[in-house]
C-alpha cells in the first residue's frame, strides 16, 4: 500500500469555502489511485484554510501526472474555490505542486497538471497531451469571439457579466464594492442635487464647489485653484489623462492659418513662431477625429461637439503653454482662431471646449479603446489557446484578471444605449461608437509600443513630460522581464516557430481579434524570441502602466467639472467679443450632469481596494526556481522605480504619482 500525504489550499476570498464533499484521485503514469474522500475531524476545506490528508494507491503510481479533484453536493450547493494542491509521493521529500486557481461549481470535476511549465513540444506522455487538447477543446467551448460592433475589436460572447463563467468573474468582495462604490456616490450626488438645483444651469463658475463634499482628492483641489492658468493646461497635456495627443509640429496644419504676429505676445521678444517651428519648441493638438461626430441629445436637447486645434509653445520660462485655438476643423469668419490676448472669458471658453474633446477622446480611444478593447482580445486568445501549463499563458494570466467583467459591464452600462454615457455625455448614443470606429481604423502595434510612441509624436525633448519618463522605465522593466521569461522556455527562434499553441493564440489574436484592421501592423505569426518578447511587452504594459496612465487620474482631472466638462451644451462661440459668464455658464454641463460626471469618474478612478500592484503575483502559477528568480528579480527592478519616481516628485506641489508601481494594478480591474 502506498500512502501519498496531499496538501490542499482552499481560496482566501469570500464564499471560497464549502461544506459539500471533495474528492480526491492522483494519476500517475503507472495507474490511479483510490477515489478518497477528503475528510479530516471538524470542519474542512474553509476560507483560506490548508487541510492535509493521506491519498492511497495498492501499487505505485510512477510520476504524479493529474490530481483529479471532484466535488458532489451535501444538502445545499456550495461552491468552492481551491488555490492548489500539493502531493509528496511515499519515500520522496520533493513536494510535488499543482495550482488550480478555479472554481468547482455543481457536481464538478476537473484535472490539474503538476506547476513546471511546459510547452506543447516538452510534453511526451500521451496522457498528458489528451489533457491538455480536451482542456482547450473546453475553453474554446466556453470563450467564443462575439462581433459587439462592426468596427472595433471583437470581445468575448456574453451579453453580460452574468454569462461569463465563474472563474473569469469578481470575486464577491469585489462584486459588492464595485456596486456599492457607485451607488454611494450617486447617491452622495444626489444629495447635493436637491440642495441645488436638478436640471438647472450654475450662477457662475465658484458655484461648482457646491459639489465639492466628500468626493474630492489633494490634485482635483490644486485644479480648482488653478484650471484656468495657461501652463496648467500644457500640464494636463503631458500629465494628464491624456498624455498621448500631443505632438511636435514642425509647420503648421493648412487648415490652422495662424500668423506669427498673431502669436507674437506670448513669446519673448527675440523669436518668432517660424523660429520656434525650426527650432522644435511647437506642438499641436489636433482633434480632426472629432469632425462631424453626431451630438448626444439628452432630454430632449442637443448637445454640442467641436474638433479643435491647438497651437501650444515650449516657453523658456512658463513652460508649455497654449497660444492658439481654432474650434473647428474647417477656417471660416464664424471659426475665429482665440489667443490668449484675447478677452479672458473668450480665451477660457476656448480653453474648455479643448478640454471638452479631451473628455471625450480620453474615455472613449485613450482609456476604453486601447486599453480595455485591446487588451481583450489577449484575453479571449489566451483562453481559448493557451492550456495552463503553458508557460505564455502563466505569465499572462495574472494580468488579464477581471478584464472580461469588467468590459462587459462597461459595454451593458456605460456605453450601451441607456448607459451613462448617453445620459451625461455630448458623445453617448451614436457618437461614441463611431468616435471609436475611426480610431480603431488608424490603431497601429507600433503605437502601442511607447518608444515608438514618443519618436514619432516628435515629444522626447519636452522637459517635465513624466509620463514619458515614468512610462520608458516601466516598459523597458517589462520588456526585460518578459525577454527573460521567453528565453527560459524558448531557447532559439525555432522553439518559437515550432510551438503550434502559441502560433494559434497569435492567430487568434491578428485574425479573429483584430478584424477590419489592415494597417495594424501585427503578423499572424511570430517567428522570434524579440517578436514574442515584444508582443508581450505590449499586452502587459498595456493592461497595467498605459491602463493606469489613462484610469487613474480621471477623477483627479475631472472632479472639476469647467477643467474638463463632459458636455457642452451651447454650440462653439463664432465671436470672441460676445463671450459672456452667461454663455460660459449656460455652456457647462448642468447641476445634474456635473453630479454624474463627478460620481462615475470618482467611481472608475480610485484606488481598488482589492488591488494587486504591478509585479505582486498572489497566484502562483509558476512553480519551478529559475521563473521564480526572474519574478523577483522584476519586482526589485520595480522597486528601484518606485524609489527614483518618489525621488522625482519630492518637493513638487503637483506630482505625478500615477505610474508608481505600487499604485498601478496588475490588471484591468475597473
Not at 375 to 381: G, H
Not at 553 to 559: H, K, P, Y
Request: charged share 25%; net charge negative; proline share 6%.
Amino acid at each position: 500500500m502506498e500512502v501519498y500525504t496531499v496538501t490542499v489550499a482552499t481560496g482566501t476570498t469570500e464564499y471560497s469555502g464549502t461544506n459539500n464533499y471533495i474528492f480526491m484521485t492522483l494519476i500517475g503514469e503507472k495507474g490511479e489511485s483510490e477515489r478518497t474522500l477528503l475528510d479530516n475531524p471538524g470542519l474542512d476545506f474553509c476560507r483560506g484554510a490548508v487541510d492535509q490528508y493521506k491519498v492511497t494507491s495498492k501499487e505505485p503510481l510512477g510520476s504524479i501526472l493529474l490530481v483529479r479533484l471532484e466535488k458532489e453536493k451535501y444538502f445545499v450547493e456550495d461552491n468552492w474555490f481551491c488555490r492548489y494542491v500539493a502531493v509528496e509521493p511515499p519515500g520522496e521529500k520533493q513536494l510535488l505542486t499543482f495550482p488550480c486557481y478555479r472554481w468547482l461549481i455543481g457536481n464538478a470535476k476537473i484535472e490539474i497538471r503538476e506547476g513546471t511549465a511546459k510547452t506543447l513540444v516538452d510534453d511526451s506522455s500521451a496522457q498528458l497531451l489528451q489533457h491538455r487538447k480536451r482542456e482547450l477543446q473546453e475553453r474554446q467551448h466556453t470563450f467564443r469571439w462575439v462581433t459587439w460592433a462592426k468596427g472595433i475589436p471583437r470581445c468575448v460572447d456574453a451579453k453580460t457579466e452574468a454569462d461569463l463563467p465563474q472563474d473569469v468573474r469578481f470575486d464577491n468582495e469585489k462584486r459588492s464594492d464595485f456596486e456599492h462604490s457607485l451607488h454611494y456616490a450617486l447617491l452622495e450626488l444626489s444629495l447635493k442635487k436637491l440642495a441645488i438645483t436638478f436640471g438647472k444651469s450654475w450662477s457662475d463658475l465658484d458655484d461648482f464647489k457646491r459639489i465639492f463634499w466628500k468626493l474630492r482628492s489633494p490634485i482635483a483641489e490644486y485644479c480648482m485653484d488653478h484650471w484656468k492658468e495657461d501652463w496648467f493646461f500644457g500640464y494636463q497635456c503631458l500629465n494628464g489623462s491624456n498624455p498621448r495627443m500631443i505632438k511636435k509640429s514642425t509647420r503648421l496644419p493648412e487648415n490652422f492659418p495662424v500668423t506669427s504676429d498673431m502669436v507674437q505676445s506670448s513669446m519673448p521678444a527675440k523669436t518668432s513662431l517660424d523660429k520656434e517651428l525650426k527650432a522644435g519648441n511647437i506642438y499641436l493638438l489636433d482633434y480632426a477625429i472629432m469632425d462631424g461626430i453626431p451630438a448626444n441629445t439628452i432630454k430632449g436637447k442637443p448637445q454640442f461637439i467641436a474638433a479643435p486645434l491647438c497651437l501650444l509653445y515650449q516657453h523658456p520660462d512658463e513652460g508649455l503653454i497654449p497660444i492658439a485655438i481654432q474650434l473647428e476643423q474647417t477656417p471660416n469668419l464664424d471659426t475665429p482662431i482665440f489667443l490668449p490676448k484675447d478677452p479672458p472669458l473668450a480665451w477660457l471658453l476656448a480653453k474648455m471646449w479643448v478640454r471638452h474633446s479631451e473628455f471625450q477622446v480620453f474615455q472613449l480611444l485613450s482609456h476604453l479603446l486601447r486599453t480595455h478593447l485591446v487588451i481583450e482580445v489577449f484575453c479571449v486568445a489566451t483562453l481559448r489557446h493557451l492550456p495552463a501549463v503553458h508557460p505564455i499563458y502563466k505569465l499572462l494570466a495574472p494580468h488579464l484578471r477581471y478584464t472580461l467583467e469588467i468590459n462587459c459591464r462597461g459595454r451593458t452600462q456605460l456605453i450601451s444605449p441607456k448607459g451613462i454615457f448617453k445620459r451625461v455625455v455630448s458623445t453617448g448614443g451614436d457618437g461614441l461608437l463611431i468616435l471609436a470606429q475611426r480610431e480603431y481604423k488608424v490603431l497601429t502595434y507600433r503605437s502601442l509600443q511607447p518608444h515608438f510612441d514618443f519618436s514619432d509624436r516628435g515629444v522626447f525633448q519636452i522637459p517635465k513630460y513624466f509620463y514619458r519618463e515614468n512610462s520608458l522605465m516601466l516598459w523597458d522593466a517589462i520588456h526585460s522581464f518578459v525577454s527573460d521569461m521567453v528565453s527560459l522556455y524558448y531557447r532559439t527562434d525555432q522553439d518559437v516557430q515550432k510551438d503550434p499553441e502559441l502560433q494559434a493564440w497569435i492567430k487568434d489574436i491578428s485574425e479573429e481579434g483584430f478584424t477590419e484592421i489592415p494597417n495594424f501592423g501585427l503578423s499572424n505569426k511570430l517567428c522570434s524570441k524579440e517578436e514574442l518578447s515584444t508582443l508581450l511587452a505590449v499586452a502587459i504594459f498595456t493592461s497595467t502602466a498605459q491602463h493606469a496612465a489613462t484610469n487613474n487620474g480621471q477623477f483627479d482631472w475631472c472632479a472639476w467639472v469647467p477643467n474638463t466638462p463632459c458636455t457642452m451644451r451651447l454650440p462653439p462661440p463664432s465671436d470672441k467679443d460676445a463671450v459672456t459668464m452667461e454663455m460660459i455658464m449656460a455652456s457647462l454641463p448642468d447641476v445634474g450632469q456635473s453630479c454624474v460626471q463627478m460620481a462615475i469618474t470618482w467611481h472608475l478612478g480610485r484606488a481598488q481596494p482589492d488591488a494587486i500592484p504591478l509585479g505582486q503575483y498572489t497566484q502562483a502559477h509558476f512553480t519551478e526556481l529559475p521563473a521564480l528568480e526572474l519574478i523577483e528579480k522584476f519586482r526589485m527592478k520595480l522597486k528601484e522605480i518606485e524609489d527614483r519616481i518618489l525621488d522625482q516628485n519630492e518637493g513638487l506641489d503637483l506630482q505625478y504619482l500615477f505610474l508608481l508601481p505600487s499604485r498601478i494594478e496588475n490588471s484591468i480591474t475597473i
